[in-house]
């Protein structure tokens, strides 16, 4: 790992990692992995990539309703027109580094149908779509010799440099090293660890909207989070999900009578959008005074269900439920973040020469709630543009940063026990699905309280360290907007 670089990048899902291969091999460019390179919630998209490949029944126009409409038309109108119209060509450029779609038998790429959307124009690879892309997306980097990826490596604190920035970086055998670079790019993933239940990683704690908090950047409807409705109803932290795309293929949601319900709450039944969807098991359970909630595929075939459901076969098969012949125990819980660092069109944020794409950005596509699939079609699209505004800044030939010399001090007291669980608490509380006003405003008392303790503590720059500060921050921006409504 070098001292400077022309672009930081931080993260290794599908954002961070396309705005990589977009960038030219003239430049230098670091990635860093906070744990694995494989750890983050792209890796564990199942469903696919909503995208119109083809126009014999379906249209940019369709895609662009239901983005809209899943959205609660709160979407920024143009940054959805880019989603769906450029999308399509960055699923084909993905297809050439040998991302493997599933296909028909006469050889076109099969497509899936899943809630709020009137077509079936999700592409996939079985049920585990996100780990293809970034296994092949990871492929393709090693053969960069530009990029140089650099895993279990944590930014705890992001400084504005004069032409730059300054990253200062946890490594593995838990040391502290600084980096300089032109250009930075947050591509950090979601805020799932936030809450006590989730579908995301252990790295899912929203460091890089952190980052960019604390440089004074924008960040805008950090309060439209959302709660997928049918994560497995088990006691992990870490739920496993149970894909949209069951639903597209068939299956039924049954409260804990048995008995379908949806029509009690939306037209569309199991093929609501998922904050719909969402809230109608909320109410259910109230009425029932019961959380035990299921999802039916057993109408289905058992070859048909083992062949397009694998990961979810197994991973049910790891809790005693056979999918093929069982009730699928469900309950919503946390799942993604529609806000994030506000940015342009151009993933431009606030800061200039700083970015953020993916999850961790605000690019206005998803509204107050993400459309099915869209999530890799944005990390796609926004990576891509990210890359081509580095690269034609840089090519304007624009001064670049110098490296400094940096006293680093990442000693001090251990990090009492209990804060960030203390944190889930309080938000499982406070703020899931449908929130709690009292709640609210009393979690954000006790979330500021911990905030300010540890901004005032000399605590010890460790990994639980950074994020229990992530974690908080996070917290607050969150409870802060939910309590001015």
Do not use: W
Request: charged share 25%; hydrophobic share 35%.
């Amino acid at each position: 790992m070098e001292t400077k670089y022309d672009v930081l990048i931080v993260g290794s899902g599908v954002g961070g990692l396309y705005t990589a291969l977009n960038l030219p091999d003239s430049l230098s460019v670091l990635m860093l992995s906070k744990k694995s390179d494989t750890l983050s919630n792209s890796n564990l998209a199942q469903g696919g990539v909503a995208a119109v490949l083809s126009f014999e029944d379906d249209s940019f126009e369709l895609h662009y309703n239901d983005t809209l409409i899943a959205g609660g038309y709160k979407n920024d109108p143009e940054a959805v027109k880019v989603l769906v119209s450029e999308g399509p060509d960055d699923v084909r450029k993905i297809m050439e580094y040998g991302v493997d779609f599933d296909k028909n038998p006469d050889g076109t790429v099969q497509k899936t149908l899943e809630g709020g959307h009137c077509r079936r124009r999700i592409v996939h690879h079985k049920d585990t779509t996100g780990a293809e892309i970034v296994k092949k997306l990871l492929e393709e980097v090693h053969r960069r010799k530009n990029i140089t990826q650099v895993e279990n490596a944590q930014v705890y604190s992001l400084g504005r440099e004069k032409d730059g920035f300054c990253a200062c970086i946890l490594l593995a055998d838990g040391t502290a090293t600084t980096v300089f670079a032109d250009y930075c790019v947050l591509a950090t993933g979601g805020i799932g660890r936030v809450y006590k239940y989730t579908t995301n990683p252990a790295v899912a704690t929203g460091d890089g909207i952190r980052l960019a908090y604390e440089l004074g950047a924008t960040i805008k409807n950090l309060s439209y989070v959302q709660f997928h409705p049918t994560a497995f109803n088990g006691p992990d932290r870490e739920q496993f999900l149970i894909s949209e795309a069951v639903r597209g293929e068939g299956a039924y949601l049954l409260n804990c009578n048995r008995e379908r319900f949806m029509h009690r709450y939306d037209d569309r039944l199991e093929l609501a959008p998922r904050d719909v969807v969402s809230r109608s098991i909320i109410l259910e359970s109230r009425k029932t005074g019961s959380n035990d909630f299921f999802l039916d595929i057993t109408h289905r075939d058992r070859e048909y269900l083992l062949d397009r459901f694998p990961g979810i076969y197994e991973g049910c098969m790891q809790h005693g439920v056979d999918i093929t012949k069982d009730l699928i125990p469900i309950f919503p819980c946390q799942h993604y973040l529609m806000g994030g660092i506000d940015v342009s069109l151009d993933s431009r944020t606030s800061i200039s020469r700083l970015y953020a794409v993916g999850e961790c950005s605000h690019t206005g596509v998803h509204g107050k709630n993400r459309l099915a699939s869209n999530s890799l079609l944005e990390a796609l699209v926004f990576g891509r543009r990210a890359a081509q505004d580095i690269s034609a800044l840089k090519a304007k030939g624009l001064p670049s940063v110098e490296p400094v010399e940096k006293q680093l001090d990442i000693s001090g007291a251990p990090l009492p026990k209990g804060m960030r669980t203390e944190i889930r608490k309080i938000m499982q509380r406070a703020y899931f699905v449908i929130p709690d006003e009292d709640a609210v405003r009393l979690g954000l008392k006790q979330v500021d309280r911990i905030l300010k303790r540890l901004g005032a503590g000399k605590f010890a720059v460790t990994p639980d360290y950074c994020e229990a500060l992530s974690l908080a921050t996070v917290a607050h921006i969150i409870l802060k907007e939910v309590d001015k409504g």
